[in-house]
């Protein structure tokens, strides 16, 4: 890989290996949402979210723009492929789920012994 | 780790995941057919869940919810479709107030379990299909989701494109 695309990567994964990212990522990629208003969902200072929009921003993944006194942040959908996001997140749900019924069956297999 | 094969369709937003399990077809479906057994395994440790109804027939309904850290209940219902004891059985999970009545406008996503015997052991196959992406989204709001982390794979895919 080109330093180029190693450093799209570091901050790809940097970007998305937060919850709350990857949550604001969900929201502005179906619309654009004012900082403010993003931060309203959140239990953080808006500053936080703030910050969280930026790394967000360098990695390309969400554009702002300003509007008035506000700043807008919408999701690049290109970039994100939201739906492929949010079928890996459920996968891990299912993923949890069949790691218990490995573990049941375990359990199984240690009581006959 | 079971899983063995994992496939998005990202058109029809389907999730099909593969297992294979050390057991035999008919204790694996023990777990569905037992309410105490499907508890065990459908919510996530932080947010266990408690089976109340369980009418493991076609037209019949399962009812549960997950209780979270702070004592907050969520619950939700499968409406079984088909039942094809040991092999398959289908069903809408769908979100419920916690008098088990859906929530109207919100999520309803279309499931089939498959069950087949495989090197003495069993394959089994989760198909998972939501209405829209929004259906999607919603359901992830919700807080579905269990330590949910991008996996490497997903995140090559976004540097390769």
Same mark, same amino acid.
């Given at each position: ?113 | 780790?079971?899983? &063995? ?40 440790? &932080? ?80 198909? #998972? ?19 949910? &982390?991008? #996996? ?8 390769? #494109?």
């Amino acid at each position: 890989m080109a330093e180029q695309d190693e450093d799209r990567a570091d901050a790809l994964f940097h970007a998305l290996a937060d919850r709350t990212r990857r949550d604001i990522m969900r929201r502005v990629l179906g619309g654009e949402y004012s900082v403010s208003a993003l931060a309203a969902n959140y239990d953080m200072s808006f500053a936080a979210v703030q910050k969280h929009v930026a790394v967000l921003e360098k990695a390309g993944l969400l554009t702002k723009r300003r509007s008035g006194r506000e700043q807008l942040a919408s999701g690049d959908v290109e970039a994100v492929r939201s739906v492929a996001c949010m079928l890996t997140e459920l996968e891990q749900v299912w993923r949890g789920r069949i790691a218990r019924i490995d573990e049941l069956l375990t359990s199984d297999t240690d009581q006959e012994n | 780790m079971p899983v &063995t094969d994992v496939q998005q369709d990202l058109d029809n937003l389907t999730l099909t995941i593969t297992a294979d399990f050390a057991a035999p077809v008919q204790r694996i479906w023990q777990i569905y057919a037992d309410p105490r057994q499907l508890e065990k395994v459908w919510g996530p440790p &932080t947010y266990p869940a408690t089976v109340v109804d369980h009418d493991f027939t076609p037209g019949g309904r399962v009812t549960y919810f997950m209780t979270g850290p702070e004592g907050d209940k969520h619950a939700g219902y499968w409406q079984i479709t088909t039942v094809d004891e040991p092999t398959s059985f289908s069903f809408d999970d769908g979100f419920a107030d916690l008098e088990f009545n859906p929530i109207p406008g919100m999520p309803v996503s279309k499931n089939v379990f498959t069950f087949t015997e495989h090197d003495g052991g069993t394959r089994a196959t989760y198909v #998972s299909t939501y209405e829209s992406a929004e259906a999607l989204q919603q359901v992830l709001d919700m807080g579905v989701v269990e330590g949910a &982390t991008l #996996s490497i794979n997903q995140i090559d895919d976004l540097v390769a #494109s």
